[in-house]
């Protein structure tokens, strides 16, 4: 055992307090208001730190529970679209923008994919994850090989911008393709496009480097997205951070397997869709390679005036370069931001560490007080005097209250 090493310092109680530090030369040692006090000159002790203090803070903590709640949702036990979900999976929640149809009928829309379909989240049976699911009505150019062959393309590429896909397989006499379920994600559109709000500029940069280290990756596996737009591109965003998640890899690969075009094309069209995407987050307008020239010149304007020229000039050479730059030209073209970037999450994951590091503590105290109140308290054992309120157990009792 260390003992802390103990001075006499000697304060003057009849001086006003900011002379407390000054040596009093008009007391002697017999005056009843000359006190000593025992302070230890050694080390410093640690400052007290309160029970709350052990945990996250409370924005986190609210904004983690809400996560969580929407991982808990399910459907009404009486809902018809339960038998749209095949037996593998359970729990299941429709995530399309159509929440009430008639009663007793399992309505599906036609989706931007063009067949009818219907999104769901669901548990899987065999481990208990969170999937989001899938199904397309009506599709008959999908073979068992097709899907297949779209699964073990996809199925191996994982990247944190990229909804991996887990499953293809037919069911129920539809398609259904199982991805990653990205907890407390929006659309691009939903978050940014509906009620004309437009995202600052720190926010693009951040999520033009995220979409380039995407496509980088997906283009150098010999993929295309091929599906890059404000529907199929999902954001978390919270104080700290925005991500930016691609939903739907692999489903136009399948759904349009007999028509693909040459991988070089694609690839092309990618980096087009990514400029066309940043447009419509810099203006607030949903655009496309089917947008009226005049609305787009419109967009191209407003995004001069509110952004610098680096962003407009990056964000017009996607769209309108006649031929459309490599991921390579243009990872080359963002190294800076792309610095800033890393910067940015390197702090990011400090923070997360420490808030790691606080939820340990508390974990710890949670399981401490949890195995002291099965210690205590036992008057079930009656006289057994190892249970009885004396010995070790008293002991444990007056640590339990006192000191934690």
């Avoid at 500029?201 to 951040?206: A, I, N, P, R, T």
């Avoid at 792309?338 to 710890?364: P, W």
Wanted: aromatic share 10%; glycine share 6%; net charge neutral.
């Amino acid at each position: 055992m260390v003992f802390q090493q103990y001075s006499l310092i000697k304060i003057d109680l009849s001086v006003a307090e900011d002379d407390l530090y000054e040596t009093p030369q008009h007391q002697k040692k017999d005056d009843p208001e000359y006190l000593e006090v025992a302070l230890p000159s050694g080390p410093t002790p640690p400052p007290f730190r309160g029970l709350h203090s052990f945990g996250v803070s409370d924005d986190m903590w609210r904004l983690h529970r809400e996560v969580a709640l929407e991982g808990l949702r399910q459907m009404e036990p009486s809902d018809p679209r339960h038998k749209a979900i095949p037996p593998p999976y359970c729990n299941g929640y429709c995530l399309d923008d159509l929440h009430h149809p008639p009663p007793n009928t399992v309505t599906t829309a036609r989706s931007s994919f063009g067949y009818p379909s219907s999104t769901f989240q669901v548990v899987s049976r065999e481990d208990g994850y969170l999937y989001c699911l899938r199904r397309f009505d009506s599709v008959k150019s999908v073979s068992h090989k097709i899907a297949a062959t779209v699964l073990e393309q996809w199925a191996g590429l994982e990247h944190p911008g990229l909804a991996t896909l887990h499953n293809c397989f037919f069911s129920q006499r539809a398609v259904f393709f199982v991805h990653q379920f990205v907890n407390g994600g929006v659309s691009v559109r939903e978050r940014f496009l509906m009620g004309n709000q437009y995202a600052s500029e720190s926010v693009l940069w951040s999520a033009i480097c995220q979409l380039v280290t995407l496509l980088r990756r997906v283009h150098g596996a010999r993929l295309a997205c091929r599906t890059l737009d404000s529907r199929h591109v999902l954001v978390q965003m919270d104080a700290l951070r925005i991500r930016l998640v691609f939903s739907c890899p692999g489903v136009v690969d399948a759904l349009e397997y007999e028509a693909r075009k040459p991988l070089a094309d694609l690839q092309k069209d990618d980096i087009r869709k990514l400029g066309y995407l940043i447009l419509s987050m810099a203006s607030g307008t949903d655009v496309s390679g089917s947008t009226d020239a005049n609305m787009i010149a419109n967009c191209e304007r407003f995004c001069l005036q509110h952004f610098s020229r680096e962003l407009h000039n990056l964000c017009m050479t996607l769209i309108r370069s006649p031929s459309a730059p490599s991921i390579q030209d243009v990872s080359r073209a963002l190294a800076g931001r792309i610095m800033d970037e890393y910067e940015a999450t390197q702090a990011n994951m400090s923070k997360m560490e420490q808030t790691l590091s606080a939820e340990y503590e508390s974990g710890r105290i949670a399981r401490l007080l949890m195995k002291l109140g099965f210690v205590n308290e036992r008057p079930e054992f009656g006289p057994n005097r190892r249970w009885a309120q004396s010995g070790d157990c008293y002991v444990l009792s007056l640590f339990r209250d006192f000191g934690t």
